[in-house]
């Protein structure tokens, strides 16, 4: 896990809440399980458990996409974005934290 956090960007909540507050354009990974995801998720998320992630996200997430992945604590999606950058995806962030961190920030939230 430590290597895989130095190998990739992360990003801190409070500017997650500002970009979706201003309506930039991304993709907001959500990497957790379905039923945390039904808990409430970023607005406009798209989900993808981290287990079926190499799988399933080339058909949803276009490769030149702005990807912000996020989980509960931020370990799982500090793994996505290594994947993701394994993978050729080349503007990735991983949510430090994750919603944990999220939420106190007051930012919005869906489901």
Sequence with gaps: M?????H???I???EVKDMLE???RCVYLDVREPNEFNLGHLPGAVHIPLGSLALRVEAAVPRDTRVV?????GVRSAMAAG????MGYADVASMAGGLREYLPTGGPIEG
């Design 69 to 73: 992945a996020y989980c509960s604590a």
């Design 8 to 10: 990739i960007r992360e």
């Design 2 to 6: 430590r290597v895989a956090k130095g």
């Design 12 to 14: 801190k909540p409070a």
């Design 22 to 24: 201003r309506g930039e």
């Design 83 to 86: 994947t993701l950058q394994e």
